[in-house]
């Protein structure tokens, strides 16, 4: 049962992480899920958004981009087309919520991060890989502002680690990690994000074709979780390295 | 065990759905979840969009958005704001997404339908509503093409039936059918589209507060499965009135 | 001489004025000329915009939509279409500024209330009827005002009471309250918000096909200041009621 | 009864017509009224809007402008905001509706007009100096179609002369073509556009302050009609210069 | 060696420069170089954008437009089309970084002047036009802050003069001040701003055909240097005039 | 005589072209100029704009953008204000120019090629590299072209080669290939863009602070133009490579 690049279902595409990817954001890394390549920064300002002042809390808020020609075919630039499509607009709101649910904001103090997803190059699975470089990204920074005196001394505002992957049904095969060509191939299609102690931070399935039925959800819940628990270690590492 | 209008956790709200609410449009619901009021309306044309032109095949797709005054407090208009915010966004997705996991393209034929769901009255649970009554809108809008011999005889463009609602866990509790002032509280909210025999269309969990272990996860899921089951009949009964 | 609905010429469609359609607004009115529905709301928040402060004088002000399934071919959003266009804007500020002329700034205080009137089906006089139903949104705002002292004791807000129709000429006759059937084939179409007292907040007339004659307008004037006078009682009845 | 520039209430400010005022358009004015000082455009194309294609029939249409500091403060440019206000768009629309009062499609054939009114200098009664500059701009536009055979020998698609002019009731007193002073304490303010013949095309009153009795009305429209006799006449003897 | 309108090739159109032209701004000149004429207003007011408050100092900045119909043929209006062009912002950006040049920010105290810059008429050169226009409006909005105390007594804000004109190699032949059937054949195409003294405050070149030689470039900063020359006593003459 | 980071005036920063940083686009380079890193891609289309087609003749346009946090503080995504700047207008402007003066049109035949430049990380001289990359990513989408047949056989659409650079006076010293400390503190900044054969396609000069003189000019042109001959060096050694 090999898959086209030769894998195993439960098997995940070569993953790199590369930190200090930027001279100037607080955090950067560049993460890559096999032809996947994503540039994710994380930039540290003083202050919150003004429906938060005076709260003592952060805020951490995230943007995912596509670069015109990151995909096979070019795309328009959504700075030239004046707005955000919706599928931007949805990445971005679920990077954002997912990397919130590993921040103590009392911890945090009234200091906002921003992470910024760029796709360099995609092949499928560029929102779990952005998610998963962009806690490294923000872990950085938040080891940065300890080092500046931003939070205090003794806080960590950090509350777990976080990663996610893709998982789908290709030709009725669970399948972990979707390459673009066995994402358009598949039946259905899930984006998981977990903590590091394998608990759920997000879990969006999606029919592609046919409904799905409660054993096949489970079945692509154990892939997603054992490749969570993998992408743990390989950012364990690179935060070590 | 009680909730704060008086439900068990197991427990819909009222649900009431009325067809025909526009004179105007091919398919048209007022559905009501609780408080929840959404206007469904299924706008029938001839031909399809660009990019699917010549493939025989049809297109429907979904437009929501919420009155400026549907929530406690008034909020802008997009319209007026220049731009469609990513809530909207990721909710018009969801909703064609999920309409069109049930529908036969080819039966379809080069016709589009297009779904508005508006929002008159917010109390929770805007989507999962908007998505139910939108099902009956849309299965009217093809009774009517039927009749107006838009779709060749004796084809089903409807290849299932579909709805939707939100789960959560309140103060610990597994709960079907949030109102506003527990899906504010929710440590965990999930929305979870259902065919009618019991299939998963989406399944969209989130951990608001704490991730989220297996074990709730599925408690929550057994939940949206038996609520989605009886909003199946409130449907049948709607469509059969 | 009987018209497509068998009305008179002098006669109004039949008008209603539902209150409380709204939960959260602190007025809210669904008025119907005929099949014409408008829903509007009236929104009070304390404070008024910046280049009003400290003035000791409050602001109303109006935006007017129409659910893009309310007419019998579905348009656009202007929320998806990003702009808001030339028409809605007219009538936006067409309602905004009658509902101004009967209300004392000064009494009002600083406080601002806006009138959301959110066309669910149209046929003909949707910007007569919303502002006929705004009123009474309007007074229903006023009253809650009151009631929560956001105003102070024996001050009245409101100078006076305010209704509005349509008239027009059709195939030489004119006629009370157009409706879309009739105003497509109009040579000359006009809208009159009257106060109760028959005088005149806003005239607007317009030459569909000919430029009409002095005569034509007075006697398009009478018409509607009869109309205005049958509103204004259809309005103070739902207000008792 | 003297006004703030020696006027009396029923005289018109000194009003000029310069025709050929753009080496490039097909008609082209410079028309003031007192300070009010308008440049009018009108371009000719070839066919029609998508949607009037193959009916054999013209069209006419108008954009209203003001140059940033046409008025006495600065205001924004509309471009540089990115989108176009209310009242820019209700007097576009207002140009637009006149000017095809008295155009015959037919005899105009399947050729655009695009009339451009912008405002160089701002003091009251800029949308009616708009308008009469307006009509000027077309006429000449029009002769250019007939010498360049764009429209039919023997046709004739003015079917009418137009102008229009501001009244409105200062300090009680009925008063002919506001100036911007005038304007601002107005208790009335109508803007009439007739054609030469003394028929209506366009009858906008507002109530500023208080509402008006119909004998206000009546007064003002009198006003009106007089003053629109006269901007006839000047229209005439520019184009016969 | 005659050119199109028979100027010689180092020979400037006719320049007119006339002052006055707005009874509401503080600086105005319609500025024209042979049919090329741009309306140039000098705005004044006190305050500085946020960016530059408490430092003591004034800003200038500049908007450039062009009138739909300025050009041969009607191009949309930047407003309609909701975004402003590259080339618009292009010369905005250019004008205001040339004035700026010639400003001393502490003399000008913390005050803004914002130049406009529309275009009545296009024949080429028009923003070369423009910087010479605003120049002068620039130059009567400083006096007129030194008549209203704006500015200390016996501080200059402005430390020089400034005018601009095109070059080009038309045929082979560097030429002076290209009218628009000149420019559009120009090989090469340069815009040069200069002081008074004859330095340069902006030189911009461009090969629209050819890449050129160091001795073209030369050849047309000449021929720059001479028509800023020529420019500044036309300048001087209308300032004094 | 040195520099912030040691360098000579006369010397560039190390400049790295590397091939190939795409497997999407037909040519992709990731060029640096010491800590300034720009992603170029070209991306091949069959067919022109509309107003180019019928021609026989191609196209090249490009779009230049900044990563929000390629500069030391966040900058705000285009695509979120809704809106392109100036700047970013103005430089995708001068990089499509440029590449069109070394394009043959006719021999391109009627395909389009995209080059997107977007900033990684910048410090100074972004669009100088933007070009001196985009040549290099032109150049091997020119071969994949005529690799794939889109251009006929023994045709060459590059008519030259090209590289950019910038120039600046810092504290009185004409020098090389400014980095960002540099060019905040510049007199003068030029950016000059010349062919292979030494000959210019754009030359760009601003006084920042004074206006310069010719000498001064002169200087900075010699600087550029032996620049822009190492870089040719360098860009020929790339595509060897």
């Known amino acids: 049962m090999s898959r086209i690049d030769g894998r195993t279902p439960q098997q995940l595409r070569p993953v790199t992480i590369e930190r200090g990817w930027s001279k100037h954001a607080e955090g950067s890394v560049l993460v890559s899920f096999g032809d996947t390549k994503v540039f994710c920064t994380a930039s540290v300002t003083e202050g919150v958004p003004r429906w938060r002042k005076g709260s003592g809390e952060g805020w951490v808020t995230a943007e995912y981009s596509m670069l015109p020609r990151s995909t096979n075919t070019r795309g328009d630039r959504e700075s030239v087309r004046g707005k955000i499509g919706g599928r931007t607009h949805e990445i971005s709101r679920l990077i954002g919520r997912s990397l919130r649910a590993v921040i103590d ?22 929102r779990t890989a952005a998610i998963t470089g962009a806690y490294v990204a923000l872990a950085d920074a938040v080891t940065w502002m300890q080092e500046h005196k931003l939070v205090k001394a003794k806080t960590q505002p950090l509350s777990g680690t976080l990663s996610a992957v893709s998982v ?10 979707l390459a673009y060509e066995e994402d358009v191939r598949a039946e259905t299609d899930m984006n998981v994000v977990c903590t590091g102690d394998g608990r759920f931070v997000e879990v969006q399935g999606t029919a592609e074709g046919e409904p799905f039925e409660r ?4 079945a692509l819940l154990d892939l ?6 993998e992408l743990d270690s390989i950012q364990r590492a690179a935060l070590a390295g």
């Open 105 to 126: 904001y009392k911890a945090l103090g009234e200091n906002t991060v921003v992470i910024d997803c760029d796709v360099l190059q995609a092949d499928g699975g560029t």
């Open 168 to 177: 789908g049904i290709v030709d009725g095969v669970p399948m972990l990690d």
């Open 215 to 218: 054993h096949k959800l489970n």
């Open 224 to 229: 997603a979780v054992a490749g969570c628990a």
